[in-house]
């Protein structure tokens, strides 16, 4: 397929391509960007219905054979390229579609782990989803601190995990409680996850980046990661990311929580 070429930072199509730098214009076009060649063969190779078009750098002299001939390719100059390139890589980026995110209702539980997630840091969002479909947690739910799962930072950081694993939006932190979903939190003083019996069906929430865990009405116990003396706490992703190897690795069977805390 022969690319369209853009040049101009007035063309209408570059304009929606660079809202996409930020989350109201994910939210707003319902599309993402993602760089990287590893991640972009990946997406290609197994979300192929979610990819759009191939962001092609002026000077690349290939590239056009990475993607399916229905996909649109789009020939940027080097410095509109440039622009939505944020992390350099000079490589082809992929336009894709971002799955639907339906409201988390509550009242609904799959079995296993609902993680939690209230990070802030983009980076941090993309990490831990990445944990999460790799250790196979049933579903994410984005707490509305969150930065959105689809952006730049977070995608690299992400991949293609983000695809991989269903993510509902939930309510603030502050509006969490336990009830049905028993949910147990993460931050340094905690119980070791590595000793811990998790429920067959849980929520795990990681504390917010500084602020850590508000109170949280029936949360049924709080883990952390033991560390070497002179270090209080671990990057927030990387702590759950910790938690939900020692779930997925531990034993998995119904326990009453309330009866092991007595």
Request: hydrophobic share 40%; glycine share 12%; charged share 20%.
């Amino acid at each position: 397929m022969t690319a369209k070429v853009i040049s101009s930072k007035s063309n209408p199509r570059f304009k929606t391509l660079a809202k996409l730098l930020k989350s109201p214009g994910i939210r707003k076009h319902g599309r993402a960007l993602l760089s990287g060649p590893r991640q972009v063969r990946e997406l290609l190779r197994d979300f192929p219905h979610c990819c759009e078009a191939l962001l092609l750098p002026e000077k690349d002299g290939g590239g056009l054979d990475v993607a399916p001939e229905r996909i649109e390719r789009l020939r940027l100059s080097a410095d509109l390229f440039q622009e939505l390139d944020l992390f350099g890589t000079h490589q082809p980026m992929l336009l894709v579609r971002v799955p639907e995110m339906r409201a988390w209702d509550g009242k609904t539980h799959p079995r296993g782990c609902t993680l939690f997630v209230p990070f802030q840091d983009p980076a941090n969002v993309g990490t831990v989803i990445r944990s999460a479909a790799g250790f196979g947690a049933a579903r994410v739910v984005l707490l509305r601190e969150a930065a959105h799962p689809f952006l730049p930072k977070a995608l690299r950081a992400g991949g293609s995990a983000p695809f991989r694993v269903p993510i509902e939006a939930g309510p603030s932190i502050s509006g969490l409680k336990g009830g049905s979903l028993p949910i147990i939190g993460l931050q340094a003083g905690g119980l070791d996850p590595a000793a811990f019996r998790f429920p067959d069906t849980f929520g795990l929430l990681p504390g917010l980046e500084g602020p850590g865990l508000p109170e949280i009405p029936g949360m049924k116990a709080v883990l952390g990661i033991p560390m070497e003396p002179g270090m209080d706490s671990l990057n927030g992703a990387l702590a759950a990311g910790i938690a939900l190897y020692a779930w997925r690795t531990g034993p998995r069977f119904p326990l009453d929580i309330d009866r092991m805390e007595g």
